[in-house]
């Protein structure tokens, strides 16, 4: 009893630990309780101590006593001593109910284990058996669990699937958040019946999204556009009423707030809740790391650290994470220019947890935001002259799936569009 009382005592503390557990570990009162915990959880995204105790004077007071008692239980274990200890007692009680049947045959006793090991709960061994089957049918459904977003330079060194954390990072100006929404543009797009899709802004309204967007549907800026409507033009008009249709259908949440570390774990494991929910592939965009409250210069390394961990278990659940991360301003030094201030990870700010924990990393680099048109460069022993204008070089600087290396597209920042490069902007110098 004292185990499970430090059970639902530790998730109404801390309520990211509420999917860990499940029904069946609990027996009794404790198992009903259990069940309106996550009833709340659900229905709300929140259960507390409070709120429970006021829905359980409202509709179900015979639970009061029992609640008194969790609510003042101070546990003299951890939460994962406790779990382990009812794992192993669900254990216990799964073999002690199914050999009480009458075993007559070899087949029939075969049968009883095999259902016995499908319901075992492990906590201290790994199934390898089970891991190397997932593996393999990975490998033979790879294509099934990966998101293309039809820019072939993108989609033959980028993998956008399950269990991958992204961050993009690039120098202010760069093209990150017209870059994110044209990757949330075109997978919403293609996948609306698969995904479910959170844009964290810590730093850009609803509506300012959604006027990019728009930009990129109607393939004007958001000044012409509104010039356009102000003026009555009805090709414009007609435009801004099939996007409203188009982004109905989108699997899109936005929420623009402030969010601190405590409340980023509750926010994601809600989304994969819900995305679950509806057998989809939950896609997280944050916008970006530097904007989570609590980032002062004292404490940033650390919350840094707490955050891309957040993002790292978002993914191991099976979501995709994309953190877009800004670049340390001494890039800019003048000892760069040689190098056209091309980025890499050793500019990201606390780069140490940003570059262990994510699984690619891609910088934005546009020489020509900085004055120049043409550069030649290397890459591979391999020299290169590019026509910078209107192209962007996405710089991949840690990939866990595929080869590292640059990938060069056209771009319009102005209105969040990208595509493949005109082959004509890049040319080779010189092989060795």
Same mark, same amino acid.
């Given at each position: 009893m004292e185990v499970y009382k430090s059970l639902l005592n530790s998730i109404l503390k801390d309520n990211t630990k509420i999917s860990l557990l499940f029904e069946d570990i609990f027996e009794g009162i404790l198992r009903e309780l259990f069940i309106i915990v996550k009833k709340l959880y659900y229905q709300d995204n929140l259960v507390t101590f409070y709120t429970l105790e006021h829905y359980l004077v409202n509709n179900a007071n015979k639970y009061l006593a029992v609640f008194n008692s969790i609510q003042n239980y101070s546990s003299s274990i951890t939460f994962q001593e406790a779990y382990t200890i009812a794992i192993k007692?669900?254990?216990?009680?799964?073999?002690?109910?199914?050999?009480?049947?009458?075993? #007559?045959? @070899?087949?029939?006793?075969?049968?009883?284990? #095999?259902?016995?090991?499908?319901?075992?709960?492990?906590?201290?061994?790994?199934?390898?058996?089970?891991?190397?089957?997932?593996?393999?049918?990975?490998?033979?459904?790879?294509?099934? #669990?990966?998101?293309?977003?039809?820019?072939?330079?993108?989609?033959?060194?980028? @993998?956008?699937?399950?269990?991958?954390?992204?961050t993009i990072g690039g120098a202010s100006g760069s093209g990150k958040t017209a870059f994110t929404i044209f990757l949330i543009d075109r997978l919403c797009s293609l996948y609306e019946d698969s995904i479910d899709v959170l844009f964290l802004s810590l730093e850009m309204s609803e509506e300012r999204i959604i006027n990019r967007l728009l930009s990129l549907y109607a393939e004007e800026t958001t000044r012409v556009i509104r010039k356009k409507l102000k003026s009555g033009d009805e090709h414009m008009l007609n435009k801004v009423l099939d996007f409203k249709n188009k982004i109905k259908k989108y699997p899109l949440e936005i929420l623009y707030t402030e969010l601190d570390i405590h409340k980023i774990d509750v926010v994601l494991q809600t989304h994969i809740n819900k995305a679950k929910s509806k057998n989809r592939t939950p896609i997280l965009f944050l916008d970006h790391f530097g904007e989570v409250v609590g980032l002062d210069e004292y404490s940033s390394k650390t919350n840094t650290d707490k955050i891309t961990m957040a993002m790292k278990n978002y993914v191991k659940k099976g979501g995709i994470g994309f953190g877009l991360t800004q670049l340390r301003k001494d890039l800019k030094d003048k000892r760069n220019k040689e190098t056209y201030y091309k980025p890499s990870n050793s500019y990201i700010m606390n780069s140490q947890s940003v570059e262990a924990r994510s699984d690619i990393i891609l910088h934005l680099w546009r020489p020509e935001q900085d004055g120049f048109e043409d550069i030649v460069y290397e890459e591979n022993n391999t020299m290169y002259s590019v026509d910078c204008r209107n192209s962007i070089c996405i710089v991949n600087d840690k990939n866990r799936d595929n080869e590292k290396g640059d990938i060069w597209l056209n771009c319009d920042i102005s209105i969040n569009k990208f595509d493949s490069i005109d082959k004509k902007k890049i040319r080779v110098i010189e092989a060795q």
């Open positions: 007692e669900y254990n216990k009680r799964v073999f002690k109910d199914l050999f009480k049947k009458d075993v #007559s045959s @070899d087949i029939e006793l075969y049968e009883l284990v #095999s259902e016995a090991l499908y319901k075992f709960r492990r906590v201290d061994t790994f199934n390898l058996d089970e891991y190397v089957d997932k593996a393999i049918h990975n490998l033979i459904c790879e294509d099934n #669990s990966k998101y293309p977003i039809g820019i072939k330079e993108i989609d033959n060194c980028i @993998d956008i699937s399950p269990d991958r954390f992204i």
